[in-house]
T-cell receptor, first 113, second 115 residues
Framework: QKEVEQNSGPLSVPEGAIASLNCTYSDRGSQSFFWYRQYSGKSPELIMFIYSNGDKEDGRFTAQLNKASQYVSLLIRDSQPSDSATYLCAVNFRYNAGNMLTFGGGTRLMVKP | DTEVTQTPKHLVMGMTNKKSLKCEQHMGHRAMYWYKQKAKKPPELMFVYSYEKLSINESVPSRFSPECPNSSLLNLHLHALQPEDSALYLC??????????????FGPGTRLTVL
């Protein structure tokens, strides 16, 4: 059973602060890792993906991967009220038949002005 | 362009109705997916098509019937649904031709209500 765990939150941070979102996964064979943002009533929107251990930065977002600890995180710098959403961690395992993306339960982020 | 489109945006149907959800992408992706998402829950995978062939069926009840007419289109045929099937139905696609990436792009979803 492949599991992806996230703290459901809500995580509340003041505007301008750094928001830190964490995710752990159970399957050591997992190969790629994604962060999606989902606003209420909307579909998931890709924020970042990461394949290799270490940090990957894209604008205000930094994804961190530690495969030995089976841990993925997302840092959001200079948080804005528009960042308030649910953040879904997703872990992919590639079979011969195709990709299997398993989602965590999501962390609800609230950025207060 | 990373656009996946879905129609209709909203659908209300009775338990005896037959309806279809449609999904389209023009990114040249050869893998397409159907997910179901209930309120305050993550998306759950239903079906995976790879090169127009059904490759993964996550033990979905037969009242949901997927179809992939060509590499750009994905349908989900609905028949004799139950009220508990009410949810947001999401379509996604990903590239399968080299360079292979696993990134899935989601459509806006169809909000389904079964009365």
């Amino acid at each position: 059973q492949k599991e992806v765990e996230q703290n459901s939150g809500p995580l509340s941070v003041p505007e301008g602060a750094i928001a830190s979102l964490n995710c752990t996964y159970s399957d050591r064979g997992s190969q790629s890792f994604f962060w999606y943002r989902q606003y209420s009533g909307k579909s998931p929107e890709l924020i970042m993906f990461i394949y290799s251990n270490g940090d990957k930065e894209d604008g205000r977002f930094t994804a961190q991967l530690n495969k030995a600890s089976q841990y993925v995180s997302l840092l959001i710098r200079d948080s804005q009220p528009s960042d308030s959403a649910t953040y879904l961690c997703a872990v992919n395992f590639r079979y011969n038949a195709g990709n299997m993306l398993t989602f965590g339960g999501g962390t609800r982020l609230m950025v207060k002005p | 362009d990373t656009e996946v489109t879905q129609t209709p945006k909203h659908l209300v149907m009775g338990m005896t109705n037959k309806k279809s959800l449609k999904c389209e992408q023009h990114m040249g992706h050869r893998a397409m997916y159907w997910y179901k998402q209930k309120a305050k829950k993550p998306p759950e995978l239903m079906f995976v098509y790879s090169y127009e062939k059904l490759s993964i069926n996550e033990s979905v009840p037969s009242r949901f019937s997927p179809e992939c007419p060509n590499s750009s289109l994905l349908n989900l045929h609905l028949h004799a649904l139950q009220p508990e099937d009410s949810a947001l139905y999401l379509c996604a696609s990903s590239q399968e031709a080299p360079p292979i990436t696993d990134t899935q792009y989601f459509g806006p979803g169809t909000r389904l209500t079964v009365l």
